[in-house]
């Protein structure tokens, strides 16, 4: 089993999420508030797991989802913000996901449908094949669907 995987998963479902609630604004992305305090090795340098999650923070700039004016250190990405790729993909509904409830507003229905609601859900619910299937939505352009944002 691929373990590194489920992490990254988390990580980047965690950084994008941190972001989006941000959003237009830029922050500091700091890898200790993504996967809390990880101690240095005997070296000094940063542990495997936070540098897997700065990897993947890195890896979802080189990708076109966030972008970055710096880095600080191995700690965090000075003003980060996300893409109109990443905005786009985590603000669509997923259309299986859309409620019919009466009971809400169509506003809430909306929020509720969105790629971003998901994942948060399936972080704070532990929940990891759903995060899992989830975060590959993240990363396929149109979820099957002609207009990208739908």
């Not at 972001?19 to 993504?34: H, M, N, S, T, V």
């Not at 990405?77 to 985590?90: S, W």
């Not at 972080?123 to 299937?133: K, P, V």
Request: aromatic share 8%; net charge negative.
């Amino acid at each position: 089993m691929d373990l590194q995987i489920d992490d990254f998963y988390k990580d980047a479902a965690a950084g994008l999420l941190m972001l989006y609630q941000a959003f237009p604004r830029k922050i500091g992305l700091y890898i200790e508030d993504l996967i809390g305090r990880e101690e240095p090795d005997e070296f000094g340098l940063p542990s495997k797991r936070h540098q897997s999650c700065l990897g993947a923070q890195l890896w979802l700039a080189e990708e076109g989802y966030i972008r970055f004016e710096s880095s600080i250190a191995y700690d965090a990405l000075d003003q980060a913000v996300l893409t109109e790729k990443g905005f786009l993909r985590l603000s669509r509904s997923i259309p299986h996901v859309v409620s019919d409830e009466p009971d809400l507003p169509s506003s809430v229905r909306r929020v509720h449908a969105t790629l971003a609601f998901q994942l948060r859900q399936a972080i704070s619910q532990q929940d990891s094949e759903q995060l899992a299937r989830l975060a590959r939505l993240l990363f396929i352009g149109n979820l099957g669907i002609d207009n990208e944002t739908a």
